[in-house]
């Protein structure tokens, strides 16, 4: 991808985080950028094709994270650790956006977006890496599943909470009970 199509998806995906998708124009998008509405669409014909961009953008984000913390983590729990602390390490921008990946799977589910699909794989990452980190801790497939879901949805509700009353102490809270919870998932014991 030349620099130019690369700065374009960066900048469309803080604009399309912080706007939204559907009020975030081509011109917008190239003003950010710097450059003529013209020379955006040279890069990319349509907003859409720049979504597919910031899709593809954000599940390479996130895959380098979760390759990050497989590399140095102590073990699972101390993995899904840090997936519980990115509640805090993003707070501030929670606090103000939502989270990104909640946020465009809602708009795009909201605008019958043919991209959901796409868009929704970011969390399927999340699901198959946290599902994984428990079945390391000794849970079984159906068992890991259900707790990667939950963790995720617990997530989400902070996320979404955190932005409707932006409480920092809500936050703090609720991710040292998750941790707290995580805490409890001893392996099962074997017969």
Known sequence: MS?????????????????????????DIAQEVG???????????????????VIDRRLATTQAMLDAWEAGGDGPAARIA???????????????????????????????HAALPDAARVFTLFRTWLARQFTLMGHDGACADELALHLLGRSQGVATLATAFKDEAFVQREVAAMHGWLSTLQPPANN
Do not use: W
Not at 3 to 27: C, K, M, N, P
Not at 36 to 42: D, E
Not at 96 to 111: F, M, R, W, Y
């Open 3 to 27: 620099a130019t199509r690369t700065q374009i998806v960066e900048t469309a995906d803080t604009l399309f985080y912080q706007r939204g998708f559907d009020h975030t124009s081509l011109a």
């Open 82 to 112: 840090s997936f519980i602390h990115i509640l805090i390490a993003n707070q501030a921008k929670i606090m103000a956006h939502g989270c990104p990946v909640g946020t465009l799977s809602n708009e795009l589910a909201k605008l019958n």
């Open 35 to 53: 450059i003529a509405r013209g020379n955006l669409t040279y890069h990319f014909r349509a907003k859409d094709e720049i979504l597919a961009g």
